[in-house]
């Protein structure tokens, strides 16, 4: 059964990082795309980051050149590492994947940036 389990989330102070982890069961990891989601509280939910099965990465502009997606394949988890966060990241961080069928969505971790 496929799982999806965030964790790394917490209170950071603006200019501060964090990284989220996700941990990925019930598949096989490495032949999917893995893809970061945020949604803030009255929002709509925006792509945040994209890895492919090569590594290669995609960010929303909002993002660009301070986060940075990476996975491990030996230990089936994608990573989002955080830097000089700002508080309009403040989000709900949420990771997904997608097979021919179906598409799979963690519980979610919470980000606040703020004073």
């Known amino acids: 059964q496929v799982q999806l389990v965030e964790s790394g989330g917490g209170l950071v102070q603006p200019g501060g990082s964090l990284r989220l982890s996700c941990v990925a069961s019930?598949?096989?990891?490495?032949?999917?795309?893995m893809n970061w989601y945020r949604q803030a509280p009255g929002k709509e939910r925006d792509l945040v980051a994209t890895?492919?099965?090569?590594?290669?990465?995609i960010y929303a502009d909002s993002v660009q050149g301070r986060f940075t997606v990476s996975r491990d394949n030996a230990k089936n988890t994608v990573y989002l590492q955080m830097n000089s966060l700002k508080p309009e990241d403040t989000a709900v961080y949420s990771c997904?994947?997608?097979?021919?069928?179906?598409?799979?969505w963690g519980q979610g971790t919470q980000v606040t940036v703020s004073t």
């Open positions: 997904n994947t997608q097979n021919m069928w179906l598409d799979y």
């Open positions: 019930g598949f096989t990891f490495s032949r999917l795309t």
């Open positions: 890895i492919t099965t090569t590594s290669t990465t």
